[in-house]
């Protein structure tokens, strides 16, 4: 989002070997994804033991941080509220900035936990990885990271590079997979990340050239730099773009029709939320309680938290967890 709204792409992205084939056009925009509004009483910093709370086993709080946007925040309470619900002493320190920051936070002792997403991580930590499946991203990021981190269970739940059409535009090509692109006729228009143009993995625009059979002399690319946000969803709605790059969670998809087009072949990068912790910090209080919003977690799940977030009650995210972890039970 000039920093990705999930901190992804320029971190994580490994250098170009190839440049885009087509002009590149200069719809350039800085705006971000709305973040979490402020005002939560929980703000960064502060603490909230639970009633007859006794610390960690060890004895201490545990500092739990947020990215700087909104569905981070949302999975931060997640864990912060159920660790309360145990009994365990926990301190906030949300919005703390981009994956840099809240690494050397990790690595520092100002945070012990975070939720993290597989693909984006394992291209941080390893520039050269590869993987695209669930299973073999979770293993090599298992493999990369440095020493004095470790990941909890890795929860079904994904918010992952998508592309999206508009309903009609769908219905006119017969479009509903990445598979059916390589039959359109014409140019196709795509908008999205600078860097989409520069990935030779995952979502970029060479992907769908060597895995899909998508020329590239035949994608006129728009760079974008909201992150699948308010400038991205336009462009589609108003015809600037034909497909549109935007997160797998963000509500905007349903509440316009958008078609998410299907990928078979499996090219799109795994993004399964996962906490990341200091390794030294880990317990089995800690690991039990956390693991148990990660079983339930699912994608659906984030996306309804991210509308009502988002959407017309603004609700905020220490609500919002909350109130999905009384759904489900864990609290």
Known sequence: MATSPRPS???SSALSRRAPRRAVLGLLAASPLLAACGGDPLAEGSSSPAPGSGGTDAGGAVTVGSANFAESEILGELYAQVLEA????????????????????????SIDLI?????NLLGYVDKEATATSSADVE????????????????????DKDSYNVTKAFSEENGITSLADLAAHPGTLRV???????????????????????????????????DGGGPLTVRALVDG???????????????DNGFVTLEDPKGMITAQNVVPLMAKDKVTD???????????????????????????????????????????????
């Open 191 to 225: 908008g999205g990340l600078p860097e989409l143009a520069q990935r030779d993995y995952g979502a970029g625009l060479a992907g769908l050239e060597e895995v899909y059979g998508v020329p590239q002399d035949k994608l006129e690319f728009t760079p974008i730099s």
């Open 86 to 109: 145990k009994g365990l002493q926990v301190e906030r320190r949300m919005q703390i900035g981009a994956r840099e920051v809240y690494l050397d936070a990790l690595k520092d002792g």
């Open 139 to 158: 293993a090599a990021l298992k493999a990369a990271l440095p020493d004095h981190l470790t990941t909890l269970a890795v929860a079904q739940a994904e």
């Open 9 to 11: 792409a320029p971190l």
């Open 115 to 119: 939720a993290e997403y597989t693909g």
């Open 285 to 331: 209080r800690i690991r039990e309680a956390v693991e148990a919003v990660q079983a339930q977690l699912t994608t659906d799940d984030l996306l309804a938290m991210n509308a009502a977030n988002a959407g017309e009650a603004k609700r905020q995210p220490r609500q919002v967890a909350a109130d999905w972890l009384r759904q489900k039970g864990l609290v």
């Open 240 to 254: 600037d773009v034909d497909l549109a790059n935007i997160f797998s969670t963000t509500p905007a998809i349903k």
